[in-house]
């Protein structure tokens, strides 16, 4: 028997509950002081497209899906032929009794409880299709799992919907939990089992990053809707008025970046968000707010392209775009979080960095991140720092003439002048798209021009030496060097635990800054690495790209994959195997 | 007590000699006097044109960004800092044709700016090519047959749109124009001001002389700015008599009025160094 070590899945059409019984699942777990990571597959349409929702439960810390499904939960039939094979031997289908199924097209070694869903539902009385409820309590049953805290996580889900709407689902869920346990006795393979109280919080990265922006006081975010970034202005708008924050769902991605420069301009922190397709509409105003030098904080979702691309799925696929996006050179901060952890310290750094260095700031995610659920523990709020960076002081500003303009583009040592803002008296100046002189005056002249380029490019200079440097995970003289950025980050750690059971030694170094890049480290790395490889979830192997344009140094195996689905760390396992071995 | 030399920048406008768009600047430095507003307490957004030279000829806060986007910055510089007096200044190729699309939008807003138009009726930096108010039939460098569109009617658009003050007036009319802008400036919302601007060097058709012999200002006949459709047949007027003054004005809400996070201070004024989430995390246990 397995033990709290559990992969549960739910699929169905688009509109019959799917992902909401899956978090309810999932957050079930979690308050049993489990950990889960979840991952949503669905195709971009509203109603009648197949979605599904895999939910893993383990007793130590996740860090991604594996393949092998032990509790199917099949609300259609096409859920059943889509997904039988995924299935561990031993593993169970949950399913609607009313479905004609014939044996012969599962597995012998898989087991079928179907439960006649409709007839419930009739039985309890239950108003509304709540065939998914059933369906859970069902799935609770068979691997035993405590039903109070699934109980107690309907009824915090559905809050605000009243008495009425928690009891029906509530009773559903019972109704199917008791048909499960009176009609298939005890005997299956997974069992779930509280192992505390929880306390950790179920996120997706997005939501790291709002909070994180939050707490950075964040109080301008703006954004046009674009999965996989939607559900941060869902959120922060959700948000704005506990924290005193204006969101604006602008009327396209152009206003949304001009809009946050403007915020920007005026001297608050401000954000906006999108992903590639509305990233391409804020190259203009990302190469402004370059050129003017004002803080932003740009969140970037990745999904794949080219053009629409899969909206729903994901990929690494704009690495180089983020980098080479915009016309000229200008200092782009591109900040690539791998969990959620660093999702919410790194954003609140993003706003640091954009404030202390006074230019746009990236942070790169991709849908794997975006929306996938993690536990995480309740971040540290002690470890947030805010630094507004350098304003113009007091007697500057009383020294300053108060017939020109106050010297906002100072030529300094750094390359960070002081700032102002509307408002400050004797600060005035005009921020101008034109290169300009130390007042912001509109000049060709060859001399300001490589000067104030110099000054501006210094600022990313400054910046890299105060990053710290990413470390090495794992031992040092490993057979097998993965380097690899953002969300892979996931299974990449999943993988090295089997590789290592495996007896293969591998390390790990994850890029969290695509720029300023750290050169020097990598190049040490790839020096004293018996075998190099990337993890990449893009065609080209665009990391490794930027490794060789950075250092001079090639990767010995690009390990790609571009489907559109993340990395499963058996993926990555089979192919360093090959790589050990090779 | 502002006076115009806080205000003047020691640079020189660089426009064209006779360029509509020196009566416009005076005309603002005027508005701002009379208004005595402390320049560090305005914000001039433009864009790209001619007419985005604006900011760097007189001493407020400016930020001249990129072409058809100064509404947005705007928006949000308003926002951010409700205290400030802001301005959103650009070209007729700027607002009604690449920022067409944020200028219906700012109008639906109401947000409290105002907004001036720099109409020339052409592409003025780019050295004359036809703009969405080029008049059918008018030859320019990218029309050397003629525009075959009609064009954009920018007071028509803005009554449908939803702004609060719409006007029209006219550069070779500096007291007019000074007037307008101080109303403007005094209208709570969302205010635009279409500026017919002649470009002395690329458009040789709508001229000083071809406004003077048109325009008639509506307030001195009597027009009702209250009334709606008033100002819809008086935007249609155009040909041998064409109207300037204001078309429109009435007072609903501001998109500040609809926020509660700034009601008792500006964003930007509010502490950020302590923002508590503890509450937030423990709705996601
Ligand atoms: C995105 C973009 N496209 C094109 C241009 C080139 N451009 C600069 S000003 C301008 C048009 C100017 O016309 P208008 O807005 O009417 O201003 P005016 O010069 O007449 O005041 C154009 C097309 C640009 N700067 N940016
Ligand atoms: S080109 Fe026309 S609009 Fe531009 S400065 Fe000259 S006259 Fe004025
Ligand atoms: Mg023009």
């Known amino acids: ?582 | 007590m502002v006076r115009m030399i806080d205000i003047n920048a020691i640079d020189k406008p660089n426009w064209c000699p006779g360029c509509g768009d020196f009566g416009i600047l005076l005309a603002l430095k005027g508005a701002i006097v009379e208004l005595n507003i402390e320049p560090e307490n305005i914000a001039i957004i433009s864009g790209i044109g001619c007419s985005g030279k604006v900011p760097h000829w007189l001493r407020t806060y400016g930020l001249h960004g990129i072409h058809g986007r100064p509404l947005p910055v705007a928006a949000a510089t308003r926002l951010s800092n409700h205290e400030l007096t802001v301005f959103a200044v650009g070209g007729d190729g700027d607002g009604y044709g690449i920022g067409m699309c944020h200028f219906i939008h700012a109008m639906r807003r109401n947000i409290d700016m105002t907004y001036i138009v720099h109409n020339n009726m052409i592409y003025g930096l780019t050295t004359g090519q036809t703009s969405p108010t080029s008049e059918k039939g008018m030859r320019t460098k990218s029309t050397p047959s003629g525009v075959i569109e009609v064009p954009v009617n920018p007071i028509a658009l803005a009554i449908s749109s939803g702004a609060t003050f719409i006007a029209r007036s006219f550069a070779g009319d500096v007291k007019h124009l000074q007037k307008t802008i101080v109303d403007a400036v005094k209208h709570r919302g969302f205010s635009l001001i279409d500026v017919f601007q002649p470009c002395v060097s690329f458009n040789h058709v709508n001229t000083y002389d071809w406004y003077k012999q048109r325009i008639y200002d509506l307030q001195a006949a009597g027009h009702n700015t209250g009334d709606k459709m008033a100002a819809f047949v008086k935007s249609q007027e155009w040909g041998e008599k064409i109207p300037i003054g204001v078309f429109y004005e009435v007072l609903s809400p501001t998109y500040e009025d609809e926020l509660p996070q700034i009601k008792e201070m500006p964003l930007v004024k509010q502490a950020i160094d302590n923002v508590d989430i503890s509450k937030l995390m423990d709705d996601f246990v």
């Open chain 1, 1 to 582: 028997m397995e033990k709290n070590k559990l992969t549960w899945k739910i699929g169905g059409k688009a509109g019959e509950g799917v992902m909401a019984t899956g978090i309810i699942f999932a957050q079930s777990g979690s308050r049993g002081g489990l950990h889960v990571y979840d991952i949503n597959e669905y195709p971009s349409l509203i109603k009648g497209g197949h979605n599904t929702l895999q939910v893993r439960v383990e007793d130590r810390e996740i860090f991604s899906q594996v393949k092998g499904v032990n509790v199917l939960i099949a609300l259609n039939k096409e859920t059943i032929l889509m997904h039988r094979d995924e299935l561990t031997s031993g593993g169970g289908i949950i399913y609607d009794s009313a479905e004609v199924l014939d044996r012969k097209e599962i597995r012998e070694d898989i087991r079928l409880y179907p439960v006649p869903f409709n007839n419930i539902i009739k039985e309890i009385g239950a108003e509304t299709i709540m065939k998914n409820n059933v369906a859970l309590g069902a799935s609770i049953a068979l691997i035993d799992y405590d039903f109070d805290i699934v109980a107690g996580v309907i009824r915090d889900t559905f809050k605000r919907k009243g008495d009425r709407i928690i009891n029906d689902n509530t009773m559903a869920a019972k109704a199917g939990y008791d048909y499960l346990k009176k009609n298939f006795p005890d005997d299956f393979n997974y069992k779930l089992e509280k192992i505390g109280t929880g306390g950790r919080m179920m996120l997706t990265g997005n939501d790291a990053i709002c909070m994180g922006a939050i707490k950075a006081g964040c109080k301008f975010y703006s954004a046009y809707p674009m999965t996989p970034a939607s559900s941060i202005l869902h959120f922060m708008a959700a948000q704005e008025r506990r924290f005193n924050i204006v969101v604006k769902h602008t009327e396209d991605e152009i206003s949304a970046i001009n809009m946050a420069i403007g915020a920007g301009f005026a001297g608050v922190r401000a954000m906006c968000g999108t992903s590639g397709g509305g990233f391409c509409l804020m190259s203009e105003g990302y190469g402004l707010a370059g050129m003017i030098e004002v803080p932003v904080v740009i969140i970037m979702a990745m999904r794949p392209g080219p053009s629409t691309g899969m909206p729903t799925w994901s990929e690494q696929g704009d690495l180089k775009f983020v980098l080479n996006v915009s016309q000229g050179d200008f200092p782009r901060p591109v900040l690539i979080p791998g969990d959620n952890e660093e999702c919410f310290y790194m954003t609140q750094e993003a706003f640091n960095i954009a404030e202390k260095y006074q230019t746009p700031v990236i942070v790169l995610t991709d849908k794997n991140l975006a929306e996938s659920h993690k536990t995480t523990e309740k971040f540290d709020q002690r470890r947030i720092t805010i630094d507004r960076g350098v304003y113009a002081t007091a007697s500057e500003l009383a020294a300053s003439d108060e017939k020109t303009f106050f010297k906002r583009y100072k030529y300094t040592e750094n390359g960070v002048s002081p700032r102002t803002i509307p408002g400050m008296k004797k600060g005035i100046y005009t921020a101008t798209s034109d290169e300009h002189d130390e007042e912001g005056n509109i000049t060709e002249d060859t001399g300001n021009r490589t000067k104030m380029m110099e000054k501006r490019m210094r600022k990313l200079d400054s910046l890299a030496k105060e990053l710290k440097q990413p470390e090495m995970v794992g031992p040092r003289d490993a057979a097998v060097t993965i380097i690899a950025t953002g969300s892979t980050k996931g299974p990449i750690k999943e993988a090295m635990m089997m590789l290592e059971k495996d007896g293969v030694t591998v390390n790990y170094l994850q890029i969290l800054y695509l720029s300023p890049f750290p050169s020097e480290k990598v190049a040490s790395v790839m020096d004293s690495a018996r075998k190099t490889v990337v993890v990449e979830n893009n065609f080209t192997g665009q990391l490794a790209d930027i490794i060789r344009e950075k250092t001079g140094k090639s990767v010995g195996r690009r390990i790609l994959k571009y489907d559109g689905r993340p990395f499963y760390p058996e993926e990555i396992h089979r192919e360093i195997m090959e790589v050990a071995h090779g």
